[in-house]
């Protein structure tokens, strides 16, 4: 049983290591589409009484002077256009609504605009935040474990983070300010398995059975120990989570897109990769010793 599930935490681990790459690769290439949030631009939000496909509409607001714009049909079957400062100005904006008043008999539901400036502040502002975060988890870890279990869970920390962003990479997804809320809370949430996790197997560590037993087995135990409580927490989150996503409309489907990756990869990350990489950095008791100074040797030596 041990070796099979050292075998899966290898296996995880690469896997893991593996999708950071690709994630990095497919950010690389294809980038992360910023909303409006962001960017700046105008948001409207319309409602077609007939029957129209995305490729209509699309064809519709091109022979009404729109050449560049992110067109999206919500949940309650309107369909939100959305135009960056550099492609448009208010004036094209109430062109096309009226052309669509009158072709179509749209309504518009919502209309919002938001400054590029401001849109470059939240940008500045959200990566102190995410920064901020990020250093002051890897300074709890510093003194909260021992360098190994501290290196480890700050490598599966960045882990989840990559792959989110990759997943909104390769979807396309408009990542807003309610997506980066959803980044920080998996920077928080995803620590909390490997703390758990680790601050297991440090207990196992000195009690006198493990002393001596291989790390890998006392890792296993450790896993073995917290899984109940670690299924029963991603579950529940995760319902929650899910809830969100199928009620919460359109505005909140990239948060909870966000926070469903981030529990799933976490949850993973946190057994395979925060757990993992400690036996192979040489994890054992004798970490936890500490060393006598050779002044302190040699007085102890002295009759």
Known sequence: MTS??????????ISG??????SLVIICQKGIVLGQDFTGGYVTVVDVPEQVNHQQIQSKLAELGVESARINRQNDGSWRVFQTP???DEALVKHWVNGLELDWNAEVLDASYLGSQVGSELIEQ????GLFALVSVLIYLA???????????SIALFHDVIVTLGLFSVTQVEFDLTVLAALLAIIGYSLNDSIVIGDRVRELLFEAQW???PVGETIDQAIKDSMSRTLITSLTTLTTVLAIWWLGGAGLSGFAMALCCGILVGTLSSLAISATLPQFLGLSFNNYLKEESEETKRQLAEP
């Open 4 to 13: 099979k599930t050292q075998k899966a935490r290898l296996f995880g681990l």
């Open 17 to 22: 290591l593996l999708l950071v790459v690709t």
């Open 86 to 88: 550099q492609s448009t």
């Open 126 to 129: 959200g990566g102190l935040a």
């Open 143 to 153: 003194f909260r474990f021992e360098w190994r279990l501290a290196v480890s869970a």
């Open 211 to 213: 002393k001596t037993s």
